[in-house]
Each structure stands twice: as C-alpha cells, then as structure tokens.
C-alpha cells in the first residue's frame, strides 16, 4: 500500500465515522423506545445488535452514495487519481463496516446487561450460530456500501446512468440479501427452502466473495471516464 492510498484511506475512514456519531445513538434511541414500549415478546428479547444489523446496512449504503459526492472532488483537487481514489473507497469500506459492527455489538453488549433489554446476536432463534449472523452482517453491509458506491458514480455520468445504476445496485443488494438469508434463516424471498443453509456457509462466502469481486469491476470501470469538476 503506498502512502498517498494509506493516508487516503485513513482520512475517508475518519470522515464516515464521523456520520455514524450521529447515526448510532439515534439507533440506539429507537431501540430502547421499541424495547420499552412495544409489548411483544420477539421485540422485548431482541439484542441491539440484531435491531441495528439491519439498519446499519442502509446506512452503509447511504455512505456508499454520499463518500462520492463528498470526497471524489476533493481528492482529485489534491493530486489523487480515480484509481488511487476507488481503492482508498474500496478500503474504507472494509474499515467502516467492521468498525460499525465492533461498535454496534460494544453498544449492544452494554444495553444487554440491563433487564430490560435482549442480548445475544440473531433477532431469533435459529440454527445458524452467532458467527453465521456476524459474517453476513460484515458481507452484506460491505456490499451495500459498494452498491452505493455505484449508484453516486452512475449519477455523475447522467440522469439516465444513474438510474441504471440504481437497477444494477438493486440486484446486486438483492443478491446478497438473498444468498445470507437463506445461509441465517433457510429462506429466500420469504419462502421456505430448508431449515438452514449450513452445509453451505463455505459456498455462501465464495459466492459472496466473487460478488464483491463483480462489484468491484464495475466500479472500475465506471469510474475511468467518471467526468470531474476540479474547482
């Protein structure tokens, strides 16, 4: 790693989570609301982790579409190249959803000591083990930052790109959130297909691997002609 992509990276990371300072307690508002004032007993034994793995995708893919419009400008405006500039992206990507995870389960961990609050990992319970639930929550919300990631670069080459970005980026999040609910919970689109997709996990990550890799690709290929405005 070269220092221009080191301190590149370094940067964005401390920008993003600079957002989840004001996401993150809000979540954590709305949980504790939920947890006191809905009388459900599925709601009531939920963990904070399991509430927010949800949510912290969508914020993922919020900062996907964002970090473009905040960073790209900037970063050429100070000598990066797109290429420098994706591959930093790339890798704050993997630092923000980890660092968003430890956070959230930190914070989940915490409330869980209360009484009044569940504990644990899934939202329910099911054959997958919390390790199955931790790697889909880091998968999927990786991928859903890429997605945004797409979705901002689309719309900087056009109206028309953008909305074809848009329909890639759906298929692309509703691929992921399809092969790990199936791995979690044994069903796709709603539909019963297994107790668990266990014997698959080994498959589950390969296939999710090679769709990070496509993304990946895309995203490369976007972002050469990408038209840029260097005030």
Not at 40 to 68: C, D
Not at 134 to 141: D, G, K, N, Q, R
Not at 226 to 231: L, T
């Amino acid at each position: 790693m070269n220092n221009k992509l080191k301190l590149a990276t370094m940067d964005f990371s401390k920008e993003i989570a600079k957002w989840t300072m004001w996401y993150l307690p809000v979540m954590a508002v709305i949980y504790i609301l939920v947890s006191l004032f809905v009388n459900e007993t599925e709601v009531n034994e939920m963990s904070f982790y399991a509430m927010a793995s949800s949510a912290n995708r969508i914020f993922m893919l919020v900062a996907g579409i964002l970090a473009v419009f905040t960073f790209l400008e900037l970063a050429i405006s100070l000598g990066l190249t797109r290429k420098t500039f994706l591959n930093a992206m790339i890798l704050t990507g993997g630092v923000v959803t980890i660092g968003l995870a430890v956070v959230t389960w930190i914070l989940s961990l915490i409330l869980g000591m209360m009484p009044w609050f569940g504990d644990g990992i899934t939202a329910a319970d099911t054959a997958a083990g919390p390790l199955v639930h931790i790697i889909s929550h880091l998968m999927t919300a990786y991928v859903f930052f890429l997605a945004g990631f797409i979705i901002s670069i689309g719309f900087y080459r056009g109206f028309l790109g953008g909305m074809i970005a848009i329909v890639l980026s759906l298929g692309i999040t509703i691929a992921i959130d399809a092969m790990w609910t199936f791995q979690t919970a044994g069903t796709v689109f709603n539909m019963e297909m297994g107790e668990y997709g266990s014997s698959n996990l080994l498959l589950t990550i390969i296939f999710s691997i090679l769709l990070i890799l496509f993304t990946i690709a895309v995203l490369q290929s976007l972002i050469r002609s990408v038209p840029v405005k260097v005030k």
